[in-house]
């Protein structure tokens, strides 16, 4: 994708809902759309943040708990209301957590689900009509590498990115052709929600050592690719889920580090 953005046009009219844009990818994304001179409803449970990162943007800050889908919903009306319409959805927001299978509770997974599959039901069905009036325009949800590989001790977490992906797909075939609709699925992002581990010298080597980019990825090329999704460069795709990893998926533990030594053995 160019860094040009002089040529950058979306569907329909109006402004974009970035749910989670209070940090990471969900500001990354905020602060690209208005880049490309789109306005933004930054919407977030934080307050302080949404004002914050709307302000820098130009947007209008929105507050709602995504899992309550009547604040939620009537937060997105508002914001359609005060984008001048609606035209594009980001549904960012999400909540993890890492235990031992058998250690979680009722109230954790009930939670985990709740906020990751439940409110991109919400979003999507709320923001359906308003896309609709706009003259159309598209949505991306925000997934996980985890939703198409599992990882050990988030198996609720993975359980519901793969719902995620899924819904994405069903949602893009009933909602055609007026609205696109996609899913990103990130690996490993340095974000400030995982800056702990990205500034760990042993877990970054660690991560890089796993991925064929050999970096960690950031919350700015995620954006890029969010920003794709809902723009007309992507006018004919829908359904998809994109993998954004570096490669990491690629490797296969089982296999990899038996046959890479072996490699000498034959020649490069």
Not at 9 to 29: D, E, K, L, Q
Not at 130 to 135: P, T, Y
């Amino acid at each position: 994708m160019s860094a040009d953005r002089s040529v950058t046009t979306y569907p329909g009219s109006g402004g974009i809902i970035v749910t989670g844009g209070a940090s990471g990818i969900g500001a990354a994304v905020c602060r690209l759309l208005s880049a490309d001179g789109i306005r933004v409803g930054v919407l977030d449970r934080n307050a302080d943040g949404a004002g914050e990162v709307a302000a820098e943007v130009g947007g209008v800050a929105l507050v709602a708990n995504v899992a309550d889908s009547e604040a939620f919903d009537a937060e997105i009306r508002r914001g359609a209301e005060q984008l001048g319409g609606l035209r594009g959805l980001v549904n960012n927001a999400g909540i993890g957590n890492l235990k031992a299978f058998e250690s979680y509770t009722d109230r954790e997974i009930d939670l985990i689900f709740k906020v990751n599959v439940s409110s991109t039901y919400y979003g999507i069905r709320s923001a359906a009509p308003l896309l609709r009036e706009s003259g159309g325009g598209a949505i991306v949800n925000v997934a996980s590498v985890s939703g198409v590989r599992p990882t050990r001790g988030e198996a609720p977490y993975s359980a519901a990115k793969a719902a995620v992906i899924a819904l994405s797909a069903g949602a893009a075939l009933e909602l055609a052709p007026a609205i696109r609709v996609n899913c990103v699925s990130p690996g490993f992002m340095h974000t400030p929600l995982n800056d702990v581990l990205a500034s760990d010298p042993a877990a970054r080597a660690s991560i890089e050592a796993g991925t064929p980019m050999e970096r960690v990825g950031t919350a700015d090329e995620t954006a890029e690719l969010i920003a794709f999704l809902l723009s007309n460069r992507s006018g004919y795709l829908t359904g998809q889920n994109l993998v954004l990893d570096g490669g990491s998926l690629l490797n296969s533990r089982q296999m990899d580090d038996v046959l890479t030594p072996m490699m000498g053995m034959f020649g490069q």
